[in-house]
């Protein structure tokens, strides 16, 4: 049997965020998961393994994982049996000779038992059952309640995630499928995901779906009035927008009753995709796709290089489309890069509401000028307490940090102008793409485009909680 490991020292098991410094973890830095699942969706029963490969940046004598209740069947580091302890939601793993800094050591654990979400002050988070199958939304802490892992935004790494289950059921991972095999009743199904992941934007999605191939192209002469208008140099004089990027393969998984309703909500995808890759550079990922599911969501769920919709956001009259554009945003703006902790996340969610604004003028529907006037209104009666470059933990998803995000960057456009504003929206994207981003580095980038100091105008928009007169545009 193998022995228990002693408790680790004090901070050996914490990130040091300021606002969630229990999740993630010292003294490491993750390369890459391997994750093999086998999911039996009646008893809601999962057994896995996963191999986690890591480099130290300090020489360690125990290392710790965050995660969720399974039994642990054992655990090796190197190969070679380890003590281990499981203490409230973390693993601590004491390898047979301590890890010396800068070496790249794996770590095994054989785990099996009933996944459940995570409860956070924002609702439970995590693996969760549906009707008939399950999904995984994590966001902001629930990756593990279904892997091992370091669970913090900034640990970055590639994955491999194989999972068996029975045949009736498709199975979507975020990341690329590279394998499925089908035996007498169940389906392997693996993916490989070759760029930097957050743990919190890795997701499973089960369920009894029809798969849909969509298309990456769709662009129509009647519309692009936003980009004509702009001048961004990428429309022709009769006013057809020709694509000059690689059709971007999308997919979705849409339960069979709802099809002719996905047909139409989602029918200007690829007329989306087109969209965001002229103004923030060409899609981050190998595939983009989409899972409908067979019960209802409170919100979409987004993941690197998919979104997840509620049955309830599908109704055959586009009304929430402005999700879908929003859920797309986010695969540059949240996805690719990635806020190095949680103070930033009104780079995730401003510019993803402010391409909404931005789609919905383009796509023959109000103006971003005029959502950005309606919004302001609607923020201006609300108390001034929220300051969203660092919002505070509970108020991290405040719908403000949304709203006003999305008018920060509305005023920096009147401020700076289009060709200086449209050129940062792009270097960001691509200058940043895989990486890790903060306040600061958007406030020097947007410096370097306006060509001078912008210091008092971030002062009153990021760190002043009274909102400021909403300039005209």
């Given amino acids: 049997m193998i022995s228990k490991a002693p408790a680790p020292a004090p901070g050996a098991d914490t990130s040091g965020d300021p606002y969630l410094p229990a999740h993630g973890n010292g003294g490491y830095r993750t390369r890459h998961y391997d994750l093999n699942l086998d999911y039996k969706v009646a008893p809601n029963r999962l057994s896995a393994s996963a191999v986690i490969t890591a480099e130290a940046t300090q020489g360690l004598s125990r290392v710790s994982f965050d995660f969720g209740t399974f039994r642990i069947n054992r655990v090796l580091v190197d190969g070679k049996p380890a003590k281990y302890l499981k203490r409230g939601a973390k693993l601590h793993v004491k390898p047979a000779k301590p890890i010396p800094a800068g070496a790249v050591f794996t770590v095994e654990v054989h785990y099996v038992g009933n996944p459940h979400p995570v409860g956070s002050r924002w609702g439970d988070v995590g693996w969760d059952e549906l009707t008939d199958g399950a999904l995984v939304a994590s966001q902001p802490v629930g990756a593990p309640s279904w892997f091992p892992c370091n669970d913090h935004p900034s640990d970055k790494a590639a994955y491999r995630v194989s999972v068996t289950t029975a045949s009736p059921y498709l199975v979507a991972v975020t990341g690329t499928l590279v394998e499925r095999t089908t035996s007498a009743s169940t389906t392997k199904w693996v993916f490989e995901r070759r760029e930097p992941t957050a743990t919190y934007l890795m997701s499973v999605q089960i369920g009894r779906y029809d798969e849909v191939e969509l298309t990456g192209r769709g662009w129509f002469p009647h519309t692009g009035v936003l980009l004509r208008r702009l001048s961004l140099g990428i429309g022709r004089a009769s006013g057809q927008v020709e694509s000059i990027f690689e059709t971007v393969p999308q997919r979705a998984a849409v339960p069979p009753r709802l099809r002719r309703a996905f047909d139409r909500d989602f ?44 049955a309830n956001h599908v109704d055959g009259r586009r009304t929430h489309e402005r999700l879908v554009l929003h859920e797309l945003a986010h695969q540059w703006f949240g996805n690719s890069l990635t806020v190095a902790d949680w103070r930033h996340i009104w780079l995730n969610e401003g510019f993803a509401t402010y391409a909404e604004w931005l789609w919905s003028e383009e796509s023959g529907g109000q103006s971003a000028a005029a959502l950005a006037r309606a919004w302001h209104a609607r923020i201006k009666i609300k108390p001034p307490d929220v300051r969203i470059a660092d919002p505070g933990v509970t108020r991290m998803f405040d719908e403000r940090v949304y709203k006003r995000g999305g008018l920060t960057l509305h005023a920096l456009r ?60």
């Fill in 267 to 310: 029918g200007r995808q690829g007329r989306m995709m087109e969209f965001l890759q002229r103004l923030f550079g060409a899609y981050p990922f190998a595939e983009y796709v989409i899972v409908v599911t067979d019960d209802d969501l409170d919100d979409p769920i987004e993941a690197q290089g998919m979104a997840i919709f509620g």
């Fill in 414 to 473: 009147a401020e700076i102008g289009d060709p200086a504003f449209f050129a940062l929206l792009k270097s960001w994207a691509e200058e940043h793409r895989h990486g890790l981003v903060t306040t600061e580095a958007f406030v020097a980038a947007a410096e370097a485009h306006a060509g001078r100091s912008l210091s008092a105008f971030f002062t009153r928009w990021l760190y002043t909680p009274a909102l400021p007169p909403l300039p005209g545009l």
